[in-house]
């Protein structure tokens, strides 16, 4: 009995410490665990456009992205590999490519809506809740990973503090 309530109030506690654990949203220690969440759920989504008109001379794919509500302005990326026929996410953090494919921000409120899935008349609403700079022709070519990509963003647990 005394063994099976100690089990319990050590579980209750691990994964109430779990809860806590949440980072500021898109910060670069959430975009880390944002990548091992890519590796686990995005790797066959984005599997097609990881492929597209890659840099040969990088070998990936970079996304970035922050919160434009928040000061100083944390830019964290995410750098996409084609491997094996999948979308390998071989980075996520901080930015450190300084030439990345897409750039996109928005506030938080509008993240949240993008996250939630709200894109609005034939999903040009998501480029009227955020800023993209990057091929627009090219997301809209891949516009269900890219979907994907932006609701996935909310599945991370997260705080919502400023980086």
Not at 38 to 55: G, P, R
Not at 70 to 87: D, L, M
Not at 118 to 137: D, P, V
Request: net charge positive.
């Amino acid at each position: 009995m005394f063994k099976t309530l100690v089990l319990g109030l050590i579980t209750l506690l691990m994964s109430s410490s779990l809860s806590f654990a949440a980072q500021p949203w898109m910060s670069a220690s959430w975009t880390k665990e944002f990548c091992s969440y890519w590796n686990e759920h995005l790797q066959t989504t984005m599997a097609e456009w990881s492929n597209y008109n890659v840099n040969k001379e990088k070998g990936y794919k970079t996304i970035a992205f922050y919160r434009q509500d928040c000061n100083p302005r944390v830019i964290s990326e995410v750098e996409i590999k084609h491997e094996n026929g999948k979308a390998v996410c071989i980075y996520g953090g901080a930015q450190k490519d300084h030439h990345p494919e897409f750039v996109m921000y928005a506030t938080t409120k509008n993240w949240k809506s993008l996250a939630a899935g709200e894109f609005g008349f034939l999903n040009m609403g998501m480029f009227s809740k955020m800023t993209f700079n990057g091929s627009k022709g090219e997301a809209m070519q891949f516009i269900a990973p890219f979907k994907a990509f932006l609701v996935d963003l909310g599945k991370v647990s997260y705080t919502e503090a400023c980086p």
